[in-house]
């Protein structure tokens, strides 16, 4: 985890991008104090992993009611998570639309900020309440037994009693990150982020993911290694570190609590994980993007690894340690390493990604090879796989 200088907001200056680009300041970190930034780095990495593993299970539900649906001929459960499957006909599009995004925060933050703000207020708002209902579901259940309870309201008609306390837990967790703008709620709003995004939005093979990927990873490395021969300055680190005006202050200001205005603090918007340094002196900032990107293909394997144990391809644990799933936790932990010495021994920003994408996809297929899958894997179908009962030994 690269440190960070500390300012008058603690964070401003020396950090990441939204997509991944990492920085630790003008000179490199060796020795001793390396060895502690590395302590901090892995703290940060676990910290990351155990939210692509939250994301992958919370979406795992659905995933088998769809796929038992689809096997006995039923129709789907009601209500499924809605989703949105990637495609490579894409893999121009999002660099090229995430490119004009970054230049008109970058041009027009100012004007923007305000909108931005309640913008991401009310997603990650939305965001919080998705991720924590079935923490809610449980607690309802266990502490009063309640399992379909509803409320009717006159326009909205019956709610879930679930769903009334986890939007309060939405509402209250974004609410409170506005009035205090604290570091560790804003790393409780980027949780929440990317639970919502992983489990809406759907990789449906590791053909796609290369395709998209790379084109992400060129798009990374340009914006963090080039971008400051043309416009004079690093955009993609100069958009992430903006802080944006707080709404509750702004909303003060007009109508008249200038008291309450000027207490506000400038915020800094859902986009990125914070963290202090718990063994070196420093803070450290993480693009969510760095965790969503190889959330997508951890979310995949797993699907993928359930498929085929569906089928009875799956082996003996001896024979079959490192699923497709661990080896794509294990493939970015790898990269997030790779970065993170490399800002700190050489003293530069670098694109993430450049790290992450190669260590993610690449001991998939060779994993895949090893077993036989590779065809399975790229395209994302197992209907073609030589099957294996599941007690063969």
Known sequence: MPPLTKGNNDLVESAASMD????????????????????????????????????????????????????????????????????????????????????????????????????????????????????????????????TASVGFPVLGEVAVTTLISSAVGVFAVLAWLVTAHWILLDVLGIALVIWMLCHIKLPSIRVATALFVSLMIYDVFWVFFSERIFHKNVMMDVAMKQASNPVGVIANKVGLPEVAKSSPKIMLPGKFVMHGIFSDGSGVLGLGDVFIPGLIACFTRRFDHTLQCIGRERLKKNRVITYFNCSLLGFCAGMLMSTLAVLMYGVAQPALLYIVPTSIIPLLLVSIHHGETSALWHGDCSHIQVFPVHQT
């Open 20 to 147: 991944g680009a990492l920085f630790s300041g003008p000179k490199p970190i060796m020795g001793w104090r390396l060895c502690l930034v590395m302590l901090d780095e892995c703290i940060m990495m676990a910290f990351c992993v155990l939210t692509i593993i939250a994301a992958a299970e919370r979406s795992m539900p659905e995933f088998k009611q769809k796929e038992e649906a689809e096997k006995t001929g039923e129709k789907p459960p009601s209500d499924p998570i809605p989703t949105f499957q990637l495609d490579a006909s894409l893999f121009l599009v999002i660099p090229i639309s995430f490119s004009a995004s970054l230049l008109l925060f970058f041009f027009f933050f100012s004007q923007l900020e305000f909108i931005m703000a309640i913008y991401i207020s009310a997603f990650t708002m939305v965001a919080v309440a998705f991720s924590v209902q079935p923490i809610c579901s449980w607690l309802s259940y266990v502490l009063c037994g309640l399992t």
